[in-house]
C-alpha cells in the first residue's frame, strides 16, 4: 500500500493542519511523528476553530484512527488537557481513535524547566524556543536518559528507571542553574497522575500500523513544524530538535518500511517565521505590520507575532528539495489580495554575487533578498472554489511559484475553512 505525509516547506506554520484536516476524508489513519506539544496547528471545520498542539489532526474525523509515533516528544500533561478541551467540544476520544506508541519516550517535567533556564542563561543570545521542554527532552532521549511510554505499564520498573533519571537530573539543575531539584515523591506522582491517564492509549502502533497497511488502509504521515526548521537539514542551531522531514516519517511513526510515494509540501504564499535566527526576506515596520494582520500572523501556541516578508524562492526550492515533495498546497493566497504588486524573493545577494541556491547556515546572515514583483489581483478571492475563476494575475503568480520552485502545485488555499480550497 502506498502512503501519504503532508509536510512543511518552509519555517512552519505554513498551514499543514488545515490540509491535514481536509485530506482526512481519504485516509484511515493519521500520524504524527515527530516533534512535541511545541506544534499549533490550527483546524477550523464544523465543531469550530482548534488549535491542536500533540493531537494528529485527524481526531475530528469519525472512523480516522490517530496515532502519536515513536518520534513524538509526548509530553503527558499538556496531551491531557489538549485531550480533555478538545472532548469538551464534542469530539469523542477513546483508544479505539487514539493510539500512542509504547515506544515514543516521555517528556519529564523538568525538561520544560530546562528550556525555560537554558533560554534565560543565553538571554540575547537566546534560540527563542516555545519552552516546551523539546530540546532538553530531545537530547535526553538520545543520552538514553528518559523513559518509553510502554514503562508505564510496569510500575516497579518504572520506579527504579525513575530514580537512577532523577539522581543524574539533579546534578545539572541545581548545582548549574541554581535551580531546585526534584524528589521521588514528585515524580511518582506526576507519573501517577498523568501516566495513569494516557495508559488506555498505549500500545504497539508499530504493529498497528503494519496491519493498517497490510489491510489495504490508507495512511496519512503528519509533521510539524517545516524543511528549514529539521534539525540536520534546517538553519541550525536555529532549528528544531527533530526531523520534519518526510524521509523521518517511517521511522517517527514505528513503520520504517512504510512506502510514502505522496509528499504534499505545505508552503504559504508568504513567509512567516517565529523564533530567532536568519529570515532573509523578513519586513520591519508598517509593511510588515500590514502583512501580520491580514494573514494574523500570531502564534498559535505562544500568541507571538510572527516575522514576515514575501515568499522566499530561494529557501523553498531547497524545502521542496529536502522534502522531497511531489505536489504543493500553497495556503494563504487570499491574505496577499490587498497589495498592488505581488513581492517575491527570487536570489540572494551574498559576498556581492547574486545567487539563486540556498547557501550554508553560517552564511545565510549575510545574504540579502533580491525581490521583484508581479502584478497584483486587489480583490476579494476567499468565495472562489475554482481555479478558472481566480482573477488572471492570482493564477499567474501561482504558475509563476510553481515554474521557480519546480513542483507542481495541487491545491491553492484561499481561507481557513475546510472548503476554501481549489483543486488543480
Ligand atoms: P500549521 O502549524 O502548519 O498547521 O499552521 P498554523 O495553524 O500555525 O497556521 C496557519 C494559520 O493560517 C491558521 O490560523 C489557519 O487557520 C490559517 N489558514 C490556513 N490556510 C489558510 C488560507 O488559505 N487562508 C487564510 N486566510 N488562512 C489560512
Redesign the pocket.
Given at each position: 500500500m502506498s502512503h501519504c505525509a503532508i509536510v512543511?516547506i518552509n519555517w512552519?506554520?505554513?498551514?499543514?493542519?488545515?490540509?491535514?484536516d481536509l485530506l482526512t476524508e481519504h485516509y484511515d489513519v493519521v500520524v504524527r511523528y515527530q516533534g512535541g506539544g511545541n506544534?499549533?496547528?490550527?483546524?477550523?471545520n464544523e465543531k469550530g476553530?482548534f488549535?491542536?498542539h500533540l493531537l494528529p489532526?485527524g481526531i475530528f474525523r469519525e472512523g480516522v484512527v490517530n496515532v502519536l509515533g515513536n518520534g513524538v516528544a509526548l509530553d503527558c500533561e499538556n496531551l491531557w488537557t489538549e485531550i480533555q478541551d478538545i472532548c469538551a467540544k464534542g469530539v469523542a476520544i477513546t483508544p479505539e481513535n487514539l493510539k500512542i506508541s509504547d515506544r515514543a519516550s516521555l517528556l519529564l517535567p523538568w525538561h520544560r524547566d530546562l528550556d525555560a533556564l537554558e533560554e534565560a542563561r543565553l538571554a540575547d543570545k537566546k534560540y527563542g524556543s516555545t519552552r516546551q521542554g523539546i530540546a532538553p527532552f530531545y537530547s535526553d532521549k538520545f543520552q538514553k536518559k528518559t523513559v518509553m511510554a510502554g514503562e508505564l505499564l510496569y510500575p516497579e520498573h518504572l520506579k527504579a528507571h525513575l530514580a537512577d533519571l532523577l539522581e543524574w537530573k539533579n546534578l545539572t539543575l541545581t548545582p548549574v542553574y541554581g535551580a531546585e531539584g526534584y524528589t521521588m515523591e514528585q515524580l511518582l506522582d506526576w507519573a501517577a497522575d498523568f501516566g495513569e491517564k494516557i495508559k488506555p492509549f498505549i500500545c504497539d502502533t508499530g504493529a498497528f500500523l503494519r496491519q493498517a497497511s497490510a489491510q489495504g488502509k490508507r495512511i496519512l504521515f503528519e509533521a510539524?513544524?517545516?524543511a528549514l526548521r529539521d534539525l540536520d537539514y534546517g538553519i541550525y542551531p536555529y532549528t528544531t530538535s527533530s526531523n520534519p522531514v518526510a524521509a523521518y516519517a517511517p521511522v517517527g511513526s514505528g513503520f520504517p518500511a512504510a512506502r510514502i510515494d505522496q509528499v504534499i509540501g505545505?508552503v504559504?504564499?508568504y513567509s512567516s517565521c517565529v523564533g530567532e535566527g536568519p529570515f532573509t526576506c523578513e519586513w520591519f515596520g508598517e509593511e510588515a505590520e500590514r502583512l501580520r494582520q491580514a494573514?494574523?500572523e500570531y502564534?498559535?501556541k505562544t500568541g507571538r507575532p510572527r516575522r514576515v516578508g514575501p515568499i522566499d524562492i530561494v529557501a523553498t526550492r531547497y524545502g521542496v528539495e529536502t522534502q522531497a515533495a511531489t505536489s504543493i498546497a500553497l495556503?494563504?493566497?487570499?491574505?496577499l489580495s490587498y497589495m498592488e504588486k505581488i513581492p517575491v524573493c527570487t536570489r540572494y545577494e551574498l559576498n556581492g554575487e547574486e545567487i539563486d541556491f540556498f547557501p550554508f547556515p553560517a552564511v545565510l546572515p549575510e545574504a540579502k533578498p533580491v525581490v521583484e514583483y508581479l502584478p497584483g489581483w486587489q480583490c476579494d478571492i476567499?468565495g472562489v472554489r475554482t481555479w478558472e475563476d481566480l482573477p488572471e494575475n492570482a493564477r499567474k503568480y501561482v504558475e509563476y511559484v510553481e515554474r521557480s520552485i519546480g513542483c507542481p502545485i495541487g491545491y491553492v488555499?484561499?481561507?481557513?475553512e475546510r472548503d476554501?480550497?481549489i483543486l488543480r
Open positions: 512543511g512552519g506554520d505554513e498551514g499543514k493542519g488545515r490540509m491535514v506544534a499549533g496547528h490550527t483546524v477550523v476553530k488549535a491542536l489532526s510539524q513544524l517545516g505545505v504559504k504564499a494573514g494574523a502564534g498559535a495556503t494563504k493566497l487570499d491574505v476567499s488555499s484561499v481561507g481557513p476554501a480550497i
